[in-house]
Structures are given as C-alpha cells and as structure tokens.
Nanobody, 123 residues
Framework: QVQLVESGGGLVQAGGSLSLSCAASGRSFRNYAMGWFRQAPGKEREFIAGISWSGSNTFYSDSVKGRFTISRDNAKNTVYLRMNSPRPEDTAIYYC????????????????WGQGTQVTVSS
C-alpha cells in the first residue's frame, strides 16, 4: 500500500509559476514510477507527466511539454510538478499516482492515487 498526499495547489496568475508536491508513505516509494494527472470540470482525467523510478526518464503530454517539469527525490519520498507559464486552461484538480508497471500514459496502470489538489489559473 502506498499513501499519496498532494500539496501546493492554489490560485496562480497566467504566466506565473507554481510547484506541486506529492509526499508518499507506505511501501517503498522508489519501486514505483510516478505520474501526474489532472481533471478539469466536465472533462475526463488526463495524463500530463510521468517519471521513472530512478528519475532518469520523464514523459509529458503535448499540452504541458516545455512548460511543466516533473521531478522526484527518492530520499524524501516526494515527487514534484513545477508549472511554469500556466494558462487558464491548466485549471484543474491535479493528482499524483504511483505506477508499478511503467506504462506511464495508461491511467489503469496506476495503482495508488492521491486525493488531488486544486489549481486555478487566472487570466
């Protein structure tokens, strides 16, 4: 079992920056690839970023590539999402999730989920 708790969400102006954190506890964090997803009102949850267990490989959706950066610190059992130049369309609930398989883009591959943190981008 892995427990995930996101933090850092809030209100940010378009063009600014915001960092999200996801703290993990329970079974060995470093055994899992990690991902960030988001769900906007009236839309399905979508994958936006993933990182391998070692942190050496990262993956992004086209919608955030070049603006968002995923990273992890296995010593602190934490994964991060740095959001640069956010846009109003980035407004959503952001979730982190743990993936034992490495199939980053497949939501069903993620075994554990956090409760989510709201990010609102004002124009």
């Amino acid at each position: 079992q892995v427990q995930l708790v996101e933090s850092g969400g809030g209100l940010v102006q378009a063009g600014g920056s915001l960092s999200l954190s996801c703290a993990a506890s329970g079974r060995s964090f470093r055994n899992y690839a990690m991902g960030w997803f988001r769900q906007a009102p009236g839309k399905e949850r979508e994958f936006i970023a993933g990182i391998s267990w070692s942190g050496s490989n990262t993956f992004y959706s086209d919608s955030v590539k070049g603006r968002f950066t995923i990273s992890r610190d296995n010593a602190k059992n934490t994964v991060y999402l740095r959001m640069n130049s956010p846009r109003p369309e980035d407004t959503a609930i952001y979730y982190c999730a743990a993936n034992p398989t490495g199939r980053y883009y497949v939501e069903g591959s993620y075994a554990y989920w956090g409760q989510g943190t709201q990010v609102t981008v004002s124009s």
